[in-house]
């Protein structure tokens, strides 16, 4: 069976301190069976890859109120707020995976 999937890049944190996270890295499938700490690392790849640098020194950044109300105040226009990620293609039969490649991403 092919299995299409929205997914988006999650990559480490350094210091990342604001709410819980998943520490797994990689492509990550949104789904409504995501934990807590995959909502967690979903919302931080978001805030990291719209307002942050991937190295922001995070134990500096006291208030994650900040960090998402930026997020919130983005244009709202289409587009406008992004993440690394795409569609993965996946082959139960064969076992073969596709993930994203680079400017493959859901907003375009």
Do not use: K
């Amino acid at each position: 069976m092919l299995l299409l999937q929205p997914v988006i890049q999650v990559v480490p944190l350094n210091g990342f301190a604001l709410w819980p996270i998943s520490t797994a890295g990689g492509w990550l499938a949104l789904s409504e069976g995501l934990s807590a700490d995959q909502v967690g690392s979903a919302v931080a790849a978001i805030a990291a890859y719209n307002h942050h640098h991937r190295h922001t020194d995070w134990q500096a950044v006291q208030d994650p109120m900040e960090t998402v109300r930026h997020l919130v105040n983005i244009d709202p226009e289409a587009g406008a707020l992004v993440v690394a990620g795409g569609l993965r293609l996946t082959d139960d039969i064969g076992g073969v995976t596709i993930d994203p490649g680079c400017c493959c991403g859901l907003e375009t």
